[in-house]
């Protein structure tokens, strides 16, 4: 054991590299080990599907404690005790306000800051600040990097995307400022180069690629010595973390060969991104994980899809278009197919939450020191409905959240009173956000 307390920003560097840690046991002061007591960091995290959802197989039939998951939301059942479904919630700046159609430009952009945008496709967007970039203006010193956005689906910032909206609407759930979106990363290894490798310089870029060196190899010197420094409790935890850091590595590198032998025709598809979508989507997710496992930012977006996307879902047996299939009219067999979708958008996300629960951190894990909202800011799609929204909450909130629940809100409650209630818990103090009336109750029992 080391004999004085590491400091949670330590790092490890190499030739070219620095690498962040995840918490260990060492970053506790002795005397708080001792008593087996020690603070921990708390995350906000949020997950956005788009499209809305097949409701009455997504709302859960029973209430309150020891709830019975639905059909959509079975997939969760490893980490139920760890969730909880909030229902009644609603999005009222989604909705037209005399603006006409535009309903999932809309959605994503009110989704996170409960404002009404500005209809527009030229320059003069304009929204309100979504509570991601509230939190990370506030605590986002404590981290390398104040907040993290990433997603799955490109698209620009310019131009129509939606009925006279601008495509950064749709594009977009982080807002820094009123008028200036934060644009998210879909370029697994664009991500994974921001977390672990931000001060290599370009010789040193091209010299790695070309021999596939991982970052492991660049920070052996430094990691044999600090492992000299650990007791058996830490050695372990920091060989699981580099065991998950290469088999990253590896799998992004095998994604890179597929796109290198196999480019799609006439797509120039960024470098790096997967060409099974699937794999994907589970690779952002696991980069989300290490960038809350390292610390390295305490606040973090991550888009499924932009709002209104038409991507189709073969994996599950889904080869129509998303948004298409979403305006079913209530024909059965459309119905079941969005149920496909959203099924399969919640079972990545169970896998997320149980990966999160399975790491270890302090006397919790990284589950238990996280507050993750899953959902979007449309609940039936063929309706373009926002409110009775679908909305998950899954982590302890460093021991604020009481889970395994089904808590339904009187009809209308403003999503943003939720928001304002999980700021409490990461120590940022805001009275207004957007549209919100107050703060949601029972959070915590």
Request: glycine letters at 8%; proline letters at 5%; a neutral charge.
């Amino acid at each position: 054991m080391s004999r004085f307390p590491l400091s949670r920003r330590t790092f490890l560097r190499g030739v070219g590299a620095t690498m962040a840690l995840p918490f260990l046991e060492a970053m506790h002061p002795a005397r708080a080990l001792a008593a087996s007591t020690a603070a921990t960091p708390n995350r906000l995290l949020f997950i956005f599907f788009p499209n809305g959802a097949i409701m009455q197989d997504w709302k859960p039939k029973s209430e309150g404690l020891d709830f019975q998951l639905s059909p959509t939301l079975e997939p969760l059942a490893k980490v139920k005790s760890k969730i909880s479904v909030l229902s009644g919630l609603a999005q009222d700046n989604a909705r037209a306000k005399g603006d006409g159609g535009g309903d999932h430009a809309r959605s994503a952009s009110a989704f996170l800051t409960g404002a009404h945008p500005v209809k527009t496709g030229g320059a003069d967007i304009r929204v309100g600040r979504s509570v991601d970039q509230v939190a990370a203006e506030k605590i986002g010193n404590r981290t390398r990097l104040p907040s993290l956005e990433i997603g799955i689906e490109g698209g620009r910032n310019a131009g129509e995307c939606d009925s006279g909206y601008s495509c950064a609407y749709s594009n977009n759930i982080s807002w820094k400022t009123e008028s200036t979106p934060m644009s998210k990363e879909i370029n697994p290894k664009a991500v994974f180069r921001r977390l672990f490798g931000d001060r290599e310089n370009l010789a040193d870029k091209a010299k790695r690629d070309k021999a596939r060196q991982s970052i492991l190899d660049l920070v052996a010197s430094d990691a044999a010595k600090l492992q000299q420094k650990l007791g058996q409790t830490d050695r372990r935890k920091l060989d699981e973390y580099f065991t998950s850091v290469r088999e990253l590595e590896q799998r992004i590198e095998r994604s890179q060969a597929e796109t290198d032998q196999y480019p799609v025709p006439d797509y120039p598809e960024p470098t790096g991104i997967p060409r099974d979508a699937d794999e994907h989507v589970r690779q952002m997710y696991d980069l989300l994980t290490l960038a809350i496992q390292t610390d390295s930012t305490r606040v973090a977006t991550y888009m499924l899809a932009n709002e209104g996307s038409n991507r189709s879902y073969p994996m599950v047996g889904v080869n129509d278009g998303h948004h298409h299939l979403s305006h079913h009219q209530n024909k059965q067999d459309w119905m079941d197919q969005i149920k496909k979708i959203d099924r399969y958008f919640v079972s990545r996300f169970a896998e997320f939450l149980e990966k999160l629960d399975s790491i270890r951190e302090g006397e919790g894990t990284l589950l238990d020191h996280s507050m993750i909202v899953y959902g979007g800011a449309i609940a039936d799609g063929n309706a373009h409905a926002h409110h009775d929204l679908p909305i998950v909450l899954a982590g302890g909130g460093s021991g604020t959240l009481t889970q395994n629940r089904h808590i339904v809100y009187p009809s209308e409650t403003p999503l943003n009173n939720l928001f304002l209630s999980l700021l409490d818990r990461m120590d940022v103090q805001t009275e207004k956000l957007g549209d919100s009336s107050g703060r949601v109750t029972n959070l915590q029992m």
